[in-house]
């Protein structure tokens, strides 16, 4: 048998193994599935920026083979293993969970399921395999993905690596995948992970670049030492990301930006305030001024320091400004009013929505220094108000024609009727600043309205650039805002450069439920009004479905709220389509866990067990039938 396949089963049975061990010291029943097996690069394996925040428990190899490896877990996940061993309360568990924190006896109790990692793997390769090998745990840390530099040697340096990886479940958790992560050297499987890449990236830029590091000592003897100093300065340019990429990443970070500003703000005030219809893209200042802002507004200046500089800002409809800094200063509903009429924005309201202004960069702040590889903050410095329809847009003034990052999000409060929150940047900022940014901008008269939740984009990059005009027959975008439907108007009008293909399939509404009798209900009520339904697990795929047939409104429902679905409901955000209205049904919620239920996409929220004519009024408010 061939080195690779000797690995392989052996790693594979230690996976196997695991369930029933980790199982064993909880006193709870564990499921291991899908376990997979790959060679693979440090940058391949941090590619998915939607990989959840990790628990990186660092291991050294000991024996006939010497160096360090890695298991890489769910921080929710290790929090959950390690608040079980220490019988935490459910709840407790499940707010520590939630917070994604792994600290003090917590940290200490997931070591210990670390511990029995290390050892399941050791007794395996002990039985299993010709050369003794032990595996040692060494110490746990939080990881956060998108920081990672894959050129880096931080958390481990670059090279191949052999990932076994598993699926975890225990009870009705899904604990998400355990990656034991080797150096492919340990298992002498260099010459294999090397071939690979070579193999698989014929056209890439690096192919020729990984072999030439692979043969250096030829290098050297045949190749004039000053060779390697004129290739010093190329590096550095090819190390700014791909549009595509750069976009990805700028999108994931505003995403959970915007997710928790809705709950901080919300905190601030008092208030329940809900932030959704996220849209992520590209614009020009003509265009901005156009079609996304028209109404009197409050430019708030966000000072960008750091590894980039610039001049950001925030920027909200006056009213709206007047209603949040009324509301944190307890203002009278009829005095909010009457300022909001007269559009009074002065003294201690002005005052009041700087502090509004001031949770925001905070929480700018805070989400890119955790999950952003460069460092950047962001400062609320001043601000100033702006009538849109004076602005010279060859001027300056109050920010030069160029290429924008534009982040919006829709703003709900009880008892009042708001508008959108815009957060506007240079491009260069975040590396945006190439020709596909360019060309996103310069068409003018059709903006770009891409859902966060539901990211669509151009062939060069499915996460950036240019939007697909059908981005505007979507139901959300279309009842968001005024602006936004002047904008759809426009888009509507506008040719379409490069198209989405349009699903051929019959109209459809999904049911999502990880049990699939839950979903019963709904089914009699779909049915009863001659919709056409699809039930599916919470483990299926939907990309096809998306791709198939138009989506007409989407039901996640959950027996117990929780991972799950909101794990369900980060799938749908993969769908490579803008998402339909999202109604997320289940019982025991809390106001934690609605909050995550919005920042995930709900549209609405349905308390489980649900009547009859409550799924009703659902389907009838949120789910339109395809025309």
């Not at 329809?389 to 534009?406: C, V, W």
């Not at 240019?466 to 805002?481: G, I, L």
Request: aromatic residues 6%; proline residues 6%.
């Amino acid at each position: 048998m061939e080195q690779r396949a000797i690995v392989d089963v052996v790693c594979k049975s230690g996976m196997e193994n695991l369930a029933g061990e980790i199982g064993a010291l909880l006193g709870q029943e564990l499921i291991c599935s899908d376990v997979q097996l790959n060679l693979t690069t440090k940058e391949d394996l941090f590619s998915n920026l939607e990989r959840k925040k990790t628990a990186l428990t660092r291991m050294t190899v000991g024996g006939d083979r010497e160096g360090d490896c890695y298991l890489l877990t769910r921080i929710s996940s290790a929090a959950i293993l390690g608040g079980t061993l220490i019988m935490l309360p459910e709840d407790v568990i499940e707010e520590k969970a939630q917070s994604e924190k792994l600290d003090g006896e917590l940290e200490d109790a997931f070591g210990e399921v670390a511990n029995i990692v290390a050892g399941v793997f050791t007794q395996t390769f002990v039985d299993k395999y010709a050369k003794n090998l032990r595996f040692i745990k060494k110490t746990v840390e939080e990881l956060s993905p998108t920081k990672i530099d894959p050129a880096s040697d931080d958390p481990f340096a670059p090279g191949n690596y052999h990932i076994t990886s598993g699926n975890m479940k225990i009870g009705d958790k899904n604990l998400g995948p355990f990656e034991f992560v080797v150096p492919a050297a340990i298992f002498e499987l260099e010459e294999a992970a090397v071939e690979t890449p070579v193999a698989a990236e014929t056209p890439a830029e690096q192919q020729p670049a990984e072999a030439t590091s692979e043969s250096e000592p030829v290098a050297e003897a045949s190749q004039p030492a000053p060779s390697a100093p004129i290739q010093d300065p190329t590096p550095p340019a090819e190390k700014k990301p791909a549009f595509a990429d750069a976009k990805k990443l700028t999108d994931v970070v505003f995403n959970a930006i915007i997710g928790q500003v809705g709950e901080e703000i919300g905190a601030l005030l008092g208030q329940s305030l809900q932030c959704n219809d996220i849209q992520l893209v590209m614009t020009s200042k003509a265009n901005f001024f156009s079609n996304y802002c028209s109404e009197k507004s409050v430019f708030t200046h966000l000072k960008v320091t750091g590894d980039r500089e610039g001049l950001g800002f925030m920027v909200a409809q006056v009213h709206d400004a007047v209603v949040l800094g009324g509301t944190l200063i307890m203002l009278p509903k009829d005095q909010i009013a009457e300022q909001k009429k007269n559009g009074q924005f002065e003294g201690d309201v002005e005052d009041a929505y700087g502090e509004v202004a001031n949770i925001l960069s905070g929480s700018l702040t805070q989400i890119f220094l955790d999950r952003y590889p460069k460092k950047l903050r962001f400062i609320k410095t001043d601000a100033e108000t702006i009538v849109p329809t004076k602005i010279d847009t060859a001027s300056d003034q109050p920010f030069p024609e160029g290429d924008y990052y534009l982040a919006s999000f829709a703003i709900q409060m009880e008892g009042y009727e708001l508008h959108r929150i815009l957060l506007i940047f240079p491009a260069e900022i975040f590396d945006l600043e190439n020709e596909q940014a360019t060309e996103s901008t310069q068409d003018q008269t059709a903006p770009s309205a891409t859902a966060a939740e539901g990211t669509t984009g151009p062939a060069p990059g499915e996460w950036g650039g240019p939007p697909a005009t059908e981005n505007t027959a979507e139901p959300a975008a279309a009842t968001s805002t005024d602006i936004s439907t002047n904008k759809e108007t426009t888009t509507a009008t506008s040719p379409a450069s490069q198209p989405m293909v349009e699903p051929t399939g019959s109209p459809i509404v999904l049911l999502i439920s990880d049990k699939k009798t839950d979903a019963d209900p709904f089914v009699e009520i779909l049915s009863s009004a001659k919709y056409e339904y699809q039930v599916l697990t919470f483990q299926e795929e939907v990309r096809e479905l998306f791709q198939q047939h138009k989506i007409l409104g989407i039901f996640l429902i959950m027996a117990q709220v929780g991972e799950k679905g909101f794990a369900s409901a980060i799938k749908l955000q993969s769908a490579g389509r803008p998402l339909p209205p999202i109604i997320f049904a289940g019982s025991e919620w809390t106001r934690s866990a609605v909050l995550r239920a919005v920042k995930y996409g709900a549209k609405d929220i349905l308390v489980m067990p649900a009547s009859s004519d409550d799924i009703q009024d659902k389907v009838t408010r949120y789910i339109k039938k395809a025309s």
